[in-house]
Antibody, heavy 123, light 107 residues
Framework: QVQLQESGSGLVKPSETLSLTCTVS????????CSWIRQPAGKGLEWIGR???????NYNPSLKSRVTMSVDTSKNQFSLKLSSVTAADTAVYYC?????????????????WGQGILVTVSS | EIVLTQSPATLSLSPGERATLSCRAS??????LAWYQQKPGQAPRLLIY???NRATGIPARFSGGGSETEFTLSISSLEPEDFAVYYC?????????FGGGTKVEIK
């Protein structure tokens, strides 16, 4: 069973860069993909973007100018960087895999989810 | 960007009652709609994908329907563990978007 675990700094200063890592366990990430989704406290979900292990990415246009996603297959890890952060970027950040049933994997249906990591932007 | 509007914002029901949640898309998403359940302090969980297919391990009391711009999630008989927030999500167009959520609370 695939599990995802986010890690990184929980406190980032305004104007600096948020950096998070998602470690995948229970399977090789070859031919895998990871989406990043965030959720401000008490609010809804926002899709940030996704990356395949081959390096192909898709980003939300609202964040595209500040987002960089990457993959390290040797470590079974995906990474997210968000630059020039403000208080509006304070949220729980989730890394999420694509849902697979017994025979098929479905791009852009989200499961499993990591437990999430709270990132606070504050000086 | 496709906007998903969920209604009602809050649904107050008793255990054993039927819940019907709505998700309306600003343009057609065909059947590319999913539903998620989120409990306090937890990550969301996929319930329904492609509008009407239950994800692995999801109880049969959960069902989804609809197409194009109008979708529903029904819970036939609410169990205590079903009181949570529910989100819809589309994958028809970039960027992927979520609805604002419906909270199902105990009456």
């Amino acid at each position: 069973q695939v599990q995802l675990q986010e890690s990184g700094s929980g406190l980032v200063k305004p104007s600096e860069t948020l950096s998070l890592t998602c470690t995948v366990s229970g399977d090789s990430i070859n031919s895998y993909y990871c989406s990043w989704i965030r959720q401000p406290a008490g609010k809804g979900l926002e899709w940030i973007g996704r990356i395949y292990t081959g390096g192909r990415t898709n980003y939300n246009p609202s964040l595209k100018s500040r987002v960089t996603m990457s993959v390290d297959t040797s470590k079974n890890q995906f990474s997210l960087k968000l630059s020039s952060v403000t208080a509006a970027d304070t949220a729980v950040y989730y890394c999420v895999g694509r849902y697979c049933d017994s025979t098929t994997c479905f791009d852009n249906w989200f499961d499993p989810w990591g437990q999430g990591i709270l990132v606070t932007v504050s000086s | 960007e496709i906007v998903l509007t969920q209604s009602p914002a809050t649904l107050s029901l008793s255990p054993g009652e039927r819940a019907t949640l709505s998700c309306r898309a600003s343009q057609s998403v065909s059947s590319y709609l999913a539903w998620y359940q989120q409990k306090p302090g937890q990550a969301p969980r996929l319930l329904i994908y492609d509008a009407s297919n239950r994800a692995t391990g999801i109880p049969a009391r959960f069902s989804g329907g609809g197409s194009e711009t109008e979708f529903t999630l029904s819970i036939s008989s609410l169990e205590p563990e079903d009181f949570a927030v529910y989100y819809c999500q589309q994958r028809s167009n970039w960027p992927l978007t979520f609805g604002g959520g419906t909270k199902v609370e105990i009456k």
